[in-house]
């Protein structure tokens, strides 16, 4: 199927192009950095963002995309479940 958008410079307010599922970790790096985050389960969520900063978003909602570019979701503080990192 063509994509008329091809030529077009994606941006951060852009849709998503992929995604991937997220196991979270404190210790390894997600595949690539997000463009976003979908959290399919609420709870808390603890992100390295791509500056090396480490913030948790308590009370993360189901069904909600949080525009973050993160490194990492550190498994120590995120009780959010059904993540999917959108790129």
């Known amino acids: 199927m063509p994509d008329p958008f091809a ?3 994606p941006g951060l307010s852009s849709p998503a192009e992929g995604g991937f599922a997220v196991t ?3 210790t390894l790096d997600l595949a690539r950095t997000t463009r ?3 959290v399919g389960t609420a709870g808390a969520l603890r992100v390295t963002l791509l500056s090396g ?3 948790a978003l308590a009370g ?3 069904g909600t995309v949080y525009p973050l570019r993160a490194a990492r979701v550190m498994a120590t503080g995120t009780t959010a479940g059904g993540i999917v990192g959108l790129t």
Do not use: R
Request: glycine residues 0%; proline residues 7%.
């Open 7 to 9: 030529s077009h410079q």
């Open 60 to 62: 993360a909602q189901a």
């Open 36 to 38: 976003a985050i979908y």
């Open 24 to 26: 979270p970790s404190d």
């Open 53 to 55: 900063e480490v913030v």
